[in-house]
């Protein structure tokens, strides 16, 4: 039977030694020990079809055997346009091209790098600056936490973090700005506004937000017409808006 020791595995928490996963089906996984474990939240947020699903597993080896891997930069591979083109069929028209990446701080970091290309291009090399909120998360490397205001996994990095602005969550349940839902006059998304011009247009390159945060704001989410307003705000001052869906995109809400 596999070792549940660890030895040799660097973990997340050095104090801890995780349990040892011989085999997963459904929303289920099983340890050496022969417990089994509900996946409730599909991994990290990333299965959510289940685990070992035959149909998945013989396309993967199918496309192995065919063809493993591509350097991007050089080649493209049939398969890769027919993902893409489904990404943009599901957005009903509204995207026109997609980026493929390996994870989430590589997507927030890329997104972010796009931001900034956009403006050097268009001749406003001056735009660099990011604003997010506070209690987000958009990733673990040095780039995607730095606009992340996860404070617990910021604090032992700070020093090598980027000086960025985060805003106040936007936290019905708690409002920064004492209001409810029913009366506001969505002070959150005028904030964005007010930082826009205390920082100087001309400085900022986007505002990356969550629409549905994760578990470091517990699956909270905006005001209604918040969002539309950031819209607003981000065309009016050539700011791109950058959403981090990992909760909401790509079919989790199962539409």
């Known amino acids: 039977m596999p070792s ?3 030895d040799h595995v660097l973990g997340f928490l050095l104090n801890k030694k ?11 996984l099983y340890d050496d020990q022969g417990n089994r474990i509900i996946d409730a939240s599909g991994g990290a947020i ?3 079809i289940g685990h070992g699903v035959k149909e998945i597993a013989d396309i993967v080896a199918e496309q192995m055997q065919r063809v493993a891997f591509v ?15 489904k990404v943009c069929e599901l957005t009903g028209g509204d995207m026109d091209r997609v980026f493929f990446v390996s994870g989430g701080s590589e997507a927030t970091e890329t997104a972010v790098k796009l931001a900034r290309k956009y403006h050097i291009d268009n001749g406003n090399p001056a735009k660099f600056r990011v604003i997010s909120r506070w209690q987000s998360y958009h990733g673990a490397t040095l780039g995607a936490l730095s606009w992340s205001g996860f404070t617990s996994r910021r604090a032992d990095f ?6 960025f602005v985060h805003l106040p969550a936007t936290h019905c349940y708690r409002c920064w700005y004492g209001e409810s839902p029913q009366s506001c006059d969505l002070q959150c998304a005028q ?3 007010d930082e826009i011009l205390c920082l100087g247009p001309e400085t900022v390159s986007a505002y990356i937000a969550e629409p549905v945060s994760g578990h470091s704001l517990a699956a909270a989410h905006p005001p209604d017409e918040h969002f539309t307003r ?11 808006m950058i959403l981090d869906e990992v909760m909401s995109g790509v079919g989790r809400t199962g539409k």
């Open 158 to 163: 700070t020093p090598y973090l980027n000086d």
């Open 230 to 240: 950031i819209r607003e705000i981000c065309d009016k001052y050539d700011v791109l």
């Open 71 to 85: 350097f991007r930069r050089a080649f493209i591979t049939p398969e890769l346009e027919q993902a893409a083109g």
């Open 46 to 48: 990333v299965c959510s």
């Open 191 to 193: 904030a964005l506004e």
């Open 18 to 28: 995780n349990p040892a996963i011989v085999k997963s089906e459904g929303i289920y």
């Open 4 to 6: 549940n020791d660890n």
